[in-house]
């Protein structure tokens, strides 16, 4: 659990404690996928380029003249087969991390939503005076807005 909430242990019970945590989870999740989509779409498109450039001087250039040759030689070359396949299986990983980081992003957005629906529910009596103190701590520390719905 996180420290701070360890701190204002006495500020609010054990189900608002365990929501806050799930919450800063997966808002960790979150940003642990988007931090690969970006690295794997980055490295996808840098290996593209790079194998596009490779195989445009290496093979197109001099085989120009004729297609049938061309199609030839990079059917023969096992390399020029093995890099393009390469190059398929890392977007086909940047579409699954995408697909990936959308599900987290809607589950996170959905607990987010419900925690600030439910918050007079999490925090009663003295304890709703003493929340923007908490809610001001998971805005700086996780960016994790509970004022608001919007994004």
């Keep these: ?30 940003n642990r996928y988007k ?15 790079i194998l596009f450039y490779s195989v445009y001087n290496m093979v197109v250039l001099p085989y120009q003249s004729s297609i049938f040759d061309l199609i030839t030689f ?25 697909e990936k980081k959308a599900k987290s992003e809607k589950d996170y957005h959905a607990l987010r939503c419900e925690v600030i629906d439910k918050s ?3 925090w009663k009596g003295e304890q709703w005076e003493k929340r923007h103190k908490i809610y001001e701590q998971m805005k700086k520390k996780y960016d994790i807005n509970l004022y608001h719905q919007s994004k």
């Design 120 to 122: 007079g529910d999490l």
């Design 74 to 98: 990079i059917l023969q070359q096992n390399h020029f087969i093995f890099l393009l396949l390469l190059a398929f299986s890392l977007f086909g990983a940047v579409k699954i991390v995408f």
């Design 1 to 30: 659990m996180e420290s701070f909430l360890l701190e204002e242990g006495d500020k609010m019970d054990p189900t608002t404690k365990r929501v806050l945590q799930n919450l800063i989870d997966r808002k960790l999740k979150l």
């Design 35 to 49: 931090q690969l989509h970006f690295i794997l779409f980055s490295t996808a498109i840098l290996f593209s380029t």
